[in-house]
């Protein structure tokens, strides 16, 4: 078993997780794109898209680039990068992009604050395995002592995202979902993850 193969039953069951629907983001957050970041998603949208990966390189990867750069590159963006910290319970698998407080960019490291899953069109189920990754982060930071208390989760098409945190035993799901269309509650949301990220002890 590894992250992709988890439904919400089984998180459950292996690991008491409880599920959620909430507001997570009461506040209205919008953050005006760039040009570069619109005539960037422009063409990749002429390009068009057939798989995941295509997805992830002309949609998503844009968005948190300039996510990196509004944020004066303090914290790293993997992709692609497996999280193997629990093999015997599936803890285990590549996640799509990995965010973390460290400045290492050669391979994971604490404290991870946030992952990404990017799904062709399944976001139901990139929701699922975003946050057995989260369970996963939440095992990583631990074992290197720098517990970050709530992780923050997306799952996307690319051009729907939707959000989701890891706070104790549960996990809360955004009752809003946003979309590509309209980008600033998008990019709004996002840098409210990494103010709340960084704001926590």
């Not at 459950?12 to 959620?20: A, E, V």
């Not at 803890?91 to 992952?115: H, W």
């Not at 139901?124 to 946050?131: I, S």
């Not at 995202?161 to 979902?177: H, S």
Request: glycine share 6%.
């Amino acid at each position: 078993m590894a992250y992709s193969d988890f439904t919400s039953s089984e998180l459950k069951r292996r690991f008491g997780i409880r599920f959620r629907a909430e507001a997570l983001f009461p506040a209205v957050a919008r953050i005006e794109p760039s040009a570069w970041l619109r005539e960037t998603l422009r063409l990749g949208q002429e390009l068009g898209f057939n798989s995941e990966k295509s997805r992830s390189e002309r949609l998503v990867t844009p968005l948190l680039l300039e996510l990196s750069n509004r944020n004066q590159h303090r914290f790293a963006i993997y992709s692609g990068m497996n999280l193997d910290v629990d093999e015997l319970n599936g803890l285990k698998g590549e996640c799509d992009f990995i965010f973390s407080f460290s400045r290492i960019q050669d391979f994971v490291t604490a404290p991870i604050f946030c992952i990404t899953e990017a799904k062709k069109q399944d976001l139901e189920h990139g929701t699922v395995q975003c946050a057995a990754q989260l369970l996963g982060a939440r095992r990583l930071n631990e074992a290197d002592q720098t517990p970050v208390p709530v992780l923050y989760g997306c799952s996307t098409t690319g051009v729907e995202w939707r959000f989701l945190k890891l706070v104790g035993q549960e996990i809360l799901i955004d009752e809003t979902r946003y979309a590509l269309a309209d980008l600033p509650p998008v990019l709004g949301r996002l840098q409210q993850v990494i103010d709340a990220a960084s704001a926590a002890p």
